[in-house]
């Protein structure tokens, strides 16, 4: 199971651009929401990235804001540790589990969790966070990652597992996350 202290999110390539092109990109951008809202709320790390902003946009104001703090990683990779500056982030951080979440779940988020786990990383793609342009390659990059070693998840299974009990503050900010 997911442990708070090991654990940290990273939002993949949420862009103008991208974003445009999925066909459930209101569902999405409301689970990443609630996803980012829920890891800060459990004092998770989060780490974001941007591929291409220069032709596909910046992060989308929605995610932006609750991003605070971090500036999005810019990568032309597909695979985030293609990214010097990305594993650099990661290494300091010290965990060794990740979630995923992010656009789009057959190639960037794939070949993420490909990388993380030949790493050595414990990696849950929160499945309901994710997306790609058609829903058949959503479909093969879930199956090939999972093939890979990757856990699917959802939001709200990621964050109940992380915060392991109903008590407490923390507790009721998750729930009122997730209602």
Known sequence: M??????LLVVIDLQ????????????????ARRLIEGARALGLPVLATEQNPQGLGSTVPEIARR?????????????????AAFGDLLRQSGRRSVLLCGIEAHVCIYQTACELRAAGFHVEIVVDACSSRNPADKAVGLEKARDAGAHLTSVET??????????????????????
């Open 2 to 7: 997911l442990e708070r202290n090991d654990c």
């Open 16 to 31: 103008e651009r991208l974003l445009r092109a999925m066909p459930d990109r209101e569902v999405l951008l409301d689970r």
């Open 67 to 83: 991003l605070e703090g971090l500036r999005p990683i810019p990568k032309t990779s597909f695979g985030c540790l293609g990214c």
């Open 158 to 179: 990621a964050l109940f597992e992380l915060l392991r009990a109903a008590e407490g503050p923390v507790f009721k900010e998750i729930a009122r996350i997730v209602k």
